[in-house]
Protein backbone atom coordinates (compact mmCIF):
# COMPACT_ATOMS: atom_id res chain seq x y z
CA UNK A 1 0.00 0.00 0.00
CA UNK A 2 1.39 3.18 -1.05
CA UNK A 3 1.72 6.28 1.54
CA UNK A 4 -0.86 9.13 0.91
CA UNK A 5 0.32 12.55 -0.13
CA UNK A 6 -2.15 13.92 1.44
CA UNK A 7 -1.37 13.37 5.00
CA UNK A 8 -3.39 15.94 7.51
CA UNK A 9 -5.60 18.81 7.71
CA UNK A 10 -4.46 21.75 9.13
CA UNK A 11 -6.80 24.15 11.41
CA UNK A 12 -5.91 27.35 12.92
CA UNK A 13 -8.36 27.58 16.23
CA UNK A 14 -8.30 30.47 18.60
CA UNK A 15 -7.00 28.32 21.85
CA UNK A 16 -5.64 24.64 21.24
CA UNK A 17 -7.18 22.53 24.66
CA UNK A 18 -10.83 23.66 24.24
CA UNK A 19 -10.42 22.84 20.44
CA UNK A 20 -9.14 19.37 21.26
CA UNK A 21 -11.63 18.58 23.98
CA UNK A 22 -14.40 19.39 21.23
CA UNK A 23 -12.68 17.25 18.45
CA UNK A 24 -11.73 14.56 20.72
CA UNK A 25 -15.76 14.93 22.18
CA UNK A 26 -17.23 14.75 18.36
CA UNK A 27 -14.57 12.12 16.77
CA UNK A 28 -13.01 10.44 19.17
CA UNK A 29 -9.91 10.93 18.20
CA UNK A 30 -6.27 11.61 20.87
CA UNK A 31 -3.91 13.71 20.24
CA UNK A 32 0.20 13.59 20.94
CA UNK A 33 2.23 16.13 22.74
CA UNK A 34 1.37 19.89 22.44
CA UNK A 35 4.69 21.40 20.55
CA UNK A 36 6.05 25.21 20.86
CA UNK A 37 8.73 26.37 19.34
CA UNK A 38 10.07 29.78 17.56
CA UNK A 39 9.88 28.96 13.67
CA UNK A 40 11.88 30.95 11.12
CA UNK A 41 9.62 31.86 7.93
CA UNK A 42 10.02 33.22 5.05
CA UNK A 43 7.27 35.21 3.65
CA UNK A 44 6.83 37.37 0.39
CA UNK A 45 7.59 40.77 2.65
CA UNK A 46 10.89 39.13 4.51
CA UNK A 47 11.95 37.18 7.27
CA UNK A 48 9.78 36.53 10.26
CA UNK A 49 10.38 34.75 13.56
CA UNK A 50 6.76 33.28 14.79
CA UNK A 51 6.01 31.10 18.01
CA UNK A 52 4.07 28.00 16.70
CA UNK A 53 2.22 25.88 18.85
CA UNK A 54 0.06 22.93 17.50
CA UNK A 55 -0.87 19.51 18.25
CA UNK A 56 -1.26 16.29 15.79
CA UNK A 57 -3.89 13.43 15.77
CA UNK A 58 -2.78 10.29 16.67
CA UNK A 59 -4.90 8.87 14.24
CA UNK A 60 -4.64 9.16 10.54
CA UNK A 61 -3.50 9.86 8.16
CA UNK A 62 -5.21 12.12 7.25
CA UNK A 63 -4.24 13.57 10.75
CA UNK A 64 -5.73 16.56 11.82
CA UNK A 65 -3.33 19.16 12.84
CA UNK A 66 -4.61 21.97 15.16
CA UNK A 67 -2.41 25.77 15.17
CA UNK A 68 -2.98 28.05 17.44
CA UNK A 69 -4.13 31.41 15.94
CA UNK A 70 -1.03 33.56 15.18
CA UNK A 71 -2.06 37.94 14.47
CA UNK A 72 -0.46 39.36 11.77
CA UNK A 73 0.95 35.85 10.05
CA UNK A 74 -0.47 32.94 7.84
CA UNK A 75 -2.18 31.37 10.46
CA UNK A 76 -4.09 34.67 11.38
CA UNK A 77 -7.44 33.13 10.55
CA UNK A 78 -9.33 30.66 12.40
CA UNK A 79 -11.35 27.78 10.48
CA UNK A 80 -9.54 25.20 7.71
CA UNK A 81 -6.56 26.05 6.96
CA UNK A 82 -4.44 23.54 4.06
CA UNK A 83 -4.15 20.24 3.46
CA UNK A 84 -0.10 19.06 4.04
CA UNK A 85 0.46 17.08 1.40
CA UNK A 86 4.57 15.14 1.44
CA UNK A 87 6.61 16.25 -0.99
CA UNK A 88 10.42 14.97 -2.58
CA UNK A 89 10.40 18.42 -4.56
CA UNK A 90 9.39 21.19 -2.55
CA UNK A 91 11.33 23.70 -4.41
CA UNK A 92 9.58 22.07 -7.96
CA UNK A 93 6.37 21.85 -6.50
CA UNK A 94 6.42 25.39 -4.90
CA UNK A 95 7.29 26.54 -8.79
CA UNK A 96 5.00 24.71 -9.96
CA UNK A 97 2.21 25.75 -7.94
CA UNK A 98 2.78 29.12 -8.53
CA UNK A 99 2.86 28.89 -12.23
CA UNK A 100 -0.58 27.86 -11.92
CA UNK A 101 -1.77 30.66 -9.81
CA UNK A 102 -1.15 29.31 -6.38
CA UNK A 103 0.25 32.53 -4.57
CA UNK A 104 3.20 31.64 -2.33
CA UNK A 105 2.59 32.88 1.47
CA UNK A 106 5.20 31.35 3.17
CA UNK A 107 8.00 28.52 4.12
CA UNK A 108 11.43 27.51 5.75
CA UNK A 109 13.96 27.85 3.98
CA UNK A 110 16.83 25.38 3.16
CA UNK A 111 20.69 26.89 3.94
CA UNK A 112 20.83 27.76 0.04
CA UNK A 113 17.38 29.85 0.54
CA UNK A 114 15.02 27.43 -1.28
CA UNK A 115 11.44 26.75 0.18
CA UNK A 116 12.05 23.62 1.78
CA UNK A 117 9.45 22.80 3.95
CA UNK A 118 6.15 23.74 5.86
CA UNK A 119 5.43 25.63 2.40
CA UNK A 120 1.74 27.40 2.28
CA UNK A 121 0.38 27.86 -1.35
CA UNK A 122 -2.83 29.83 -1.31
CA UNK A 123 -5.26 28.43 -3.67
CA UNK A 124 -7.11 30.53 -5.91
CA UNK A 125 -10.61 32.23 -4.87
CA UNK A 126 -10.62 29.75 -1.79
CA UNK A 127 -9.36 30.42 1.81
CA UNK A 128 -7.63 27.30 1.72
CA UNK A 129 -3.91 26.10 1.30
CA UNK A 130 -2.02 23.88 0.20
CA UNK A 131 1.26 23.23 2.54
CA UNK A 132 4.21 21.34 0.93
CA UNK A 133 5.95 18.76 3.25
CA UNK A 134 9.55 17.92 2.95
CA UNK A 135 9.06 13.78 3.14
CA UNK A 136 12.48 13.34 4.02
CA UNK A 137 12.83 16.35 6.51
CA UNK A 138 9.41 15.47 8.37
CA UNK A 139 8.50 11.93 7.98
CA UNK A 140 11.35 11.21 10.36
CA UNK A 141 9.52 13.82 12.59
CA UNK A 142 6.69 12.25 12.36
CA UNK A 143 7.13 9.05 13.54
CA UNK A 144 9.01 10.31 16.33
CA UNK A 145 6.13 12.91 17.11
CA UNK A 146 3.74 9.23 16.58
CA UNK A 147 5.77 7.28 18.76
CA UNK A 148 5.32 9.43 21.81
CA UNK A 149 8.22 11.81 21.54
CA UNK A 150 8.22 15.83 20.49
CA UNK A 151 8.14 17.01 16.32
CA UNK A 152 11.23 19.09 16.04
Keep these: MSVPRIYHVGIVVPALEPAMEQFSA ?3 VTWG ?3 RFPVEFATPSGPRTFEQTFVLSLEGPPHIELLVQVPDSVWEK ?3 HHLGMWSDDVPGESDGLEERGCAWQGAILDGEGRRSGACYHL ?5 ARIELVSRDASGPRLGRYLAGGDYR
Design 78 to 80: TGL
Design 123 to 127: LPDLD
Design 26 to 28: STG
Design 33 to 35: RVQ
